[in-house]
């Protein structure tokens, strides 16, 4: 069968990117190796820091990803829940940062300075207001387990599983084809061009002839892009998390404490995350770090015996050497596109990932910089993943 642009990876940055080219009259095909629920898509936490004004991050490529992705995503909600029916959960809840005792307030307050010069509201509190402005912390805050902490008031929340079904919907509604639990054995180049790519399905072999192919399978990207002549380094990093129920929600904001968060979710949700681990492709939970999680929450939240873990999962982020996604033309390919690594920003960046990969493909000039991000750029020794 013969596609206008098939796209390998069925999570967030590859149904966004069909459902921005099918928006644009394109027909697509989506291959996924995995069924939506295991994807690290699903994953995910859902938390969106305040995104810098565009023109404090027009020296940062990243961020300006990160700006104009976060404006697209307010768009986007209000069109999948008119299109799909589907509410995906964005809401600006704000988020506090805490500092913990024995551990400096200077760091805290340089971050935000930081946040200041982006052009982000940000508030300093003292360990009483910390207290006032979320009173789940109450009790941290009495017992001395939290010494002060910072106010984003425009951090946001979204619902990753309800947003990647709203996402699948539309995309269908669009008249994109997604082919689930398929795998991709090889990719057949010609030249300067990718004139095929085989199928492993459930109903045998299959070849697609694409006009165009994007690479955008996450973790699993590094594998495939060898079917493209690349080196690509996506490396899988588990994050493992517990969601908790409570008889009810009395958790306001999101809470984050150096790289652990707490979410408040509807009904009394509250998820708990997460871990930061080399594993490899096991998208497993270990019982360590599952009560390392519950530690964390019972410490900032207090007793937890009302509350039950209705679930835990683990996710597998694809890292980079320089913590850049890669994004743009496969070098010497006419018709091959990259937009992976995204690390623990991919449902952030997913919407403008999507618009500036569209336009690459439509020949058009993507409203951003992507150097930055080029397929193939030569990383420094040392980078963070």
Do not use: K
């Not at 291959?31 to 027009?58: L, N, Q, V």
């Not at 999948?80 to 400096?104: H, K, M, S």
């Amino acid at each position: 069968m013969s596609t206008d642009c098939c796209i390998i990876g069925g999570g967030i940055i590859g149904l966004s990117i069909a459902r921005e080219l099918a928006g644009r009259g394109r027909r697509v095909t989506v291959i996924s190796r995995d069924r939506r629920r295991s994807t690290a898509s699903w994953a995910a936490s859902g938390i969106f820091p305040p995104a810098p004004d565009p023109a404090a991050a027009a020296d940062e490529p990243n961020a300006a990803l990160t700006a104009l992705s976060d404006r697209l995503h307010w768009e986007w909600s209000r069109q999948l829940a008119a299109e799909t029916g589907i509410d995906n959960g964005l809401v600006r809840c704000g988020g506090i940062y805490l500092a913990r005792p024995g551990l400096p307030l200077a760091a805290l307050q340089a971050d935000l300075q930081a946040w200041r010069l982006r052009a982000a509201a940000a508030e300093w509190l003292d360990g009483p207001a910390v207290a006032e402005a979320e009173p789940a912390l109450a009790a941290a805050v009495a017992a001395g387990r939290v010494a002060g902490g910072m106010l984003l008031p425009d951090e946001a929340r979204i619902r990753p599983s309800r947003h990647l079904a709203a996402l699948e919907r539309s995309c269908r509604i669009r008249g994109v084809e997604i082919r689930e639990a398929t795998a991709v054995e090889g990719v057949d180049v010609a030249g300067d061009a990718v004139r095929g790519v085989r199928l492993a399905t459930p109903r045998g072999a299959e070849v697609i002839w694409p006009g165009y192919t994007v690479l955008a399978a996450g973790a699993w990207s590094g594998g495939l892009a060898e079917q493209f002549g690349l080196s690509l380094d996506t490396r899988p990093i588990r994050g493992q998390i517990a969601l908790l129920r409570f008889p009810r929600q009395w958790l306001g904001r999101v809470v984050n404490r150096g790289l652990d968060y707490l979410v408040p979710r509807e009904d009394g949700l509250v998820l708990v995350g997460s871990t930061l681990e080399e594993a490899g492709f096991d998208a497993t939970t270990t019982p360590a770090a599952i009560e390392g999680l519950l530690g964390m929450a019972a410490d900032l939240l207090g007793d937890l015996t009302a509350a039950e873990v209705e679930e835990t999962w683990a996710g597998l982020r694809p890292g980079s050497p320089d913590g850049l996604p890669t994004l743009g033309p496969v070098p010497g390919m006419r018709n091959a596109f990259v937009a992976t690594g995204h690390y623990r920003s991919g449902i952030h960046q997913s919407t403008g990932t999507a618009q500036v990969l569209a336009d690459l493909i439509e020949g058009r000039e993507p409203s951003l910089p992507l150097a930055a991000f080029a397929v193939g750029r030569e990383f420094a020794s040392g980078g963070q993943r």
